[in-house]
């Protein structure tokens, strides 16, 4: 059964917590009758559980991941999201020594970057238990339990943040604002436009004093060479990643110059 958007909108605000965890019930149920797994199932059978390519190459994916991950196929062969792709690895040459990722989900984001930071601390949020569950499963699977922190609703940010990845269905328009950033960090932000109309352009608005701002939309992605035997039809259900008609990008927004030179004085 379709809920109504500004439905769904509603019970995330009433009951945040309980709506996150159904969400994640239900996009599983969704995937499975999609025929995600089995077609998971069949690319694991010969890549692994490795992370083949792309900014988190070697991240090591849960046991289950072809049921419990959203998008497990374009994860596994390093394509998931691959737009923001150059974007992630720019912030990551600045070496940022602690990094907020909201919205932390399966983990794929908060350990990805953990692997790749390795002096790095990461703090992790989702108001979900079984994401939080399952990042700090996946932190301990990759070795940097130590380093990943899992916690619930994110309220503010370490002073001492330098990036923050934020996914949060809508919830960025209450939680960032340059009054609670960091003047330091740069942000990686998921916006939906169909959840709070015209967060984009607001959230452009707010940090364009402060910050270079760049929009990225999502797009298909190209079909890497380690997945070119799969079936025409395969490849439509392993590339898919079921955002439908919902109106998302990104926003890349980095500290201006003189923000960077004078941070932290």
């Known amino acids: 059964m379709l809920v109504h958007p500004a439905a769904r909108h509603v019970a995330r605000k009433l009951m945040p ?3 996150a965890s159904r969400a994640i019930s239900y996009e599983r149920q969704f995937r499975a009758a999609r025929g995600v797994p089995k077609v ?30 959203a998008s497990p196929v374009a994860k596994l062969a390093g394509v998931y999201e691959h737009q923001l792709q150059d974007a992630l690895e720019q912030v990551i040459a600045t070496g940022p020594i ?10 794929y984001y908060a350990v990805g970057l953990a692997l790749r930071l390795p002096g790095a601390e ?35 940010f370490k002073s001492q943040t330098q990036l923050i990845v934020c996914d949060i269905e809508g919830g960025e328009d209450a939680l960032l604002n340059p009054s ?3 003047s330091r960090s740069a942000l990686l932000v998921e916006t939906h436009d169909h959840v709070v109309p015209g967060v984009t352009a607001d959230l452009i608005r707010r940090f364009a004093p402060t910050h270079d701002v760049n929009v990225i939309h999502h797009g298909s992605s190209a079909v890497p060479p380690s997945l070119e035997w799969l079936s ?31 941070a932290g004085k």
Not at 51 to 69: H, Y
Not at 98 to 107: H, L, S
Not at 131 to 136: D, E
Request: aromatic fraction near 6%; charged fraction near 20%; proline fraction near 4%.
């Open 122 to 156: 990461v703090l992790a949020y989702d108001i979900a238990k079984e994401a939080r569950v399952m990042t700090s499963r996946l932190a301990q699977q990759n070795g940097v339990a130590s380093r990943v922190h899992v916690f619930g609703r994110c309220r503010a």
């Open 232 to 262: 025409a039809e395969e490849l439509a259900i392993a590339m898919d990643e079921m955002r439908g008609q919902a109106d998302q990008s990104w926003l890349v927004m980095t500290p201006q110059p003189y923000n960077r030179e004078t």
């Open 17 to 19: 917590n309980l709506a």
């Open 180 to 182: 609670r950033v960091p």
């Open 98 to 107: 602690c990094v907020a990722n909201v919205g932390c989900a399966d983990g």
């Open 40 to 69: 998971a199932r069949k690319v694991s059978a010969t890549l692994g559980r490795s992370v083949a390519a792309g900014p988190f190459s070697g991240l090591l994916l849960p046991e289950d991941f072809e049921e419990s991950i």
